[in-house]
């Protein structure tokens, strides 16, 4: 007898959950507050970010997630482009830390690159002062708002998942998933809810060791005839702010001087990066503000500072600003990626992948329930 699936959320955690509930044969069926996913899943830059990860589990499960965005993009003819990604230096303390992990991560394939190679993987690279760059072939851009959108179409057809949108759940109690005065039942339930899941298990979620991130990003307009940037782009205060590059041992000293030289970048957690989408618009951000009770107003001050970060690594033809937004997720504060729970038999949360929800969770929901059903 075929068993049933609840997953309650449409995002990118509820969306790897559901696929990988379907194809462990489970009738499928996911619930969505809103009318279409609106939340942390759309607000980012759309990077799959191996390159983040640390070597062992965590890198692991970005490979292959990486494998899982690439399988379900050519399926469900979603853009998606395989353009790599490429850390820059502008001094010479940068380019030690580009050195230490290119000899630190050579299984990985990274290149250290001169400075004329680096403007010729990326034309929009400023030219003075460029002492060269890391290039990595792993990183995939797809653009979230329309990925995330594309995604239950797919799901749909290929897997029978059916999809409610406006119901928004007000209680489970294993069997019955409420919305409201609907019930649904199911074997299993799976709660993805992402930010809003201490709505439903208040009690759970006030004894994590748990906070909530507050980001600001931005949209530049789309650029003028066809021209990309080639590989995703970071400058160098995107060095102190992932794990994997923790690696290299000369990054303590290039902290000392960030934190003399950027006290106002490294208090609103900032560091600079730019990914260009199908249309050619290129996102840029972002910044990391931490608190059980984000601020809702974004402050143009953090997006100034990001501005004038990215005009020190980056020139692009047409710099006009399109939108601007906030996104809020949930992150551990203990040095943990996921949380997962069980609240009662038959209920699984699943939640807070460390702000790289795009990067880990087709990996990391895939091996959870391949290894627990």
Same mark, same amino acid.
């Given at each position: 007898?075929?068993?049933?699936?609840?997953?309650?959320?449409? #995002?990118?955690? #509820?969306?790897?959950?559901?696929?990988?509930?379907?194809?462990?044969?489970?009738t499928?069926?996911?619930?969505?507050?809103?009318?279409?996913?609106?939340?942390?899943?759309?607000?980012?830059?759309?990077?799959?970010?191996?390159?983040?990860?640390?070597?062992?589990?965590?890198?692991?499960?970005?490979?292959?997630?990486?494998?899982?965005?690439?399988?379900?993009? @050519?399926?469900?003819?979603?853009?998606?482009?395989?353009?790599?990604?490429?850390?820059?230096? !502008?001094?010479?303390?940068?380019?030690?830390v /580009?050195?230490?992990?290119?000899?630190?991560?050579t299984?990985?394939?990274?290149?250290?690159?001169?400075?004329?190679?680096?403007?010729? /993987?990326?034309?929009?690279?400023?030219?003075?002062?460029?002492?060269?760059?890391?290039? @990595?072939p792993?990183?995939?851009?797809?653009?979230?708002?329309?990925?995330?959108?594309?995604?239950?179409?797919?799901?749909?057809?290929?897997?029978?998942?059916?999809? /409610?949108?406006?119901?928004?759940?007000?209680?489970?109690?294993?069997?019955?998933?409420?919305?409201?005065?609907?019930?649904?039942?199911?074997d299993?339930i799976?709660?993805?809810?992402?930010?809003?899941?201490?709505?439903?298990? *208040?009690?759970?979620?006030?004894?994590?060791?748990?906070?909530?991130?507050?980001?600001?990003?931005?949209?530049?307009?789309?650029? *003028?005839? +066809?021209?990309?940037?080639? *590989?995703?782009?970071?400058?160098?205060?995107? %060095?102190?702010? !992932?794990?994997?590059?923790?690696?290299?041992? @000369?990054? @303590?000293?290039?902290?000392?001087?960030?934190?003399?030289?950027?006290?106002?970048?490294? &208090?609103?957690?900032?560091?600079?990066?730019?990914?260009?989408?199908?249309?050619?618009?290129?996102?840029?951000?972002?910044?990391?503000? !931490?608190?059980l +009770?984000?601020?809702?107003?974004?402050?143009?001050?953090? +997006?100034?500072?990001?501005?004038?970060? %990215?005009?020190?690594?980056?020139?692009?033809?047409?710099?006009?600003?399109?939108e601007?937004?906030?996104?809020?997720?949930? &992150?551990?504060?203990?040095?943990?990626? +996921?949380?997962?729970?069980?609240?009662?038999? #038959?209920?699984?949360?699943?939640?807070?992948?460390?702000?790289?929800?795009?990067?880990?969770?087709?990996?990391?929901?895939?091996?959870?329930?391949?290894?627990?059903?």
């Amino acid at each position: 007898m075929t068993k049933s699936a609840i997953v309650v959320g449409a #995002g990118i955690v #509820g969306l790897a959950t559901a696929k990988a509930l379907a194809e462990k044969g489970f009738t499928v069926t996911v619930v969505e507050r809103t009318q279409k996913a609106v939340g942390a899943s759309i607000r980012n830059f759309g990077m799959i970010w191996p390159i983040g990860q640390p070597d062992g589990t965590l890198y692991e499960t970005a490979k292959l997630s990486r494998r899982i965005w690439k399988q379900v993009c @050519s399926e469900a003819n979603i853009w998606h482009d395989e353009v790599g990604s490429l850390h820059t230096a !502008y001094e010479a303390d940068e380019y030690r830390v /580009l050195e230490e992990l290119a000899a630190t991560y050579t299984h990985r394939g990274y290149k250290l690159v001169t400075p004329d190679a680096t403007r010729e /993987l990326s034309p929009a690279t400023a030219e003075k002062n460029l002492k060269g760059g890391l290039y @990595s072939p792993e990183e995939m851009i797809v653009d979230p708002r329309k990925a995330i959108a594309a995604i239950p179409g797919w799901l749909q057809e290929k897997y029978k998942v059916n999809f /409610l949108w406006g119901k928004a759940v007000t209680k489970v109690a294993h069997p019955a998933v409420h919305a409201g005065d609907e019930v649904f039942y199911a074997d299993l339930i799976y709660v993805c809810s992402g930010a809003d899941f201490e709505t439903l298990y *208040p009690d759970m979620y006030a004894a994590l060791p748990i906070t909530k991130c507050k980001l600001q990003m931005m949209r530049l307009q789309a650029q *003028p005839d +066809n021209w990309r940037i080639g *590989p995703a782009l970071c400058g160098a205060l995107s %060095l102190a702010h !992932y794990q994997a590059f923790k690696a290299a041992s @000369s990054l @303590s000293t290039l902290m000392t001087r960030f934190e003399s030289q950027y006290p106002d970048y490294l &208090k609103h957690g900032i560091h600079v990066m730019v990914s260009q989408n199908q249309a050619g618009e290129l996102t840029v951000g972002d910044s990391h503000e !931490y608190g059980l +009770n984000p601020d809702p107003f974004d402050r143009s001050v953090i +997006n100034k500072l990001i501005l004038d970060y %990215l005009d020190s690594f980056a020139t692009f033809k047409q710099p006009a600003i399109i939108e601007t937004w906030n996104g809020i997720y949930p &992150k551990l504060t203990n040095g943990e990626a +996921n949380i997962v729970l069980h609240p009662e038999s #038959g209920v699984t949360v699943i939640n807070g992948l460390g702000g790289a929800g795009m990067t880990l969770s087709f990996g990391f929901c895939d091996q959870l329930i391949k290894n627990s059903i």
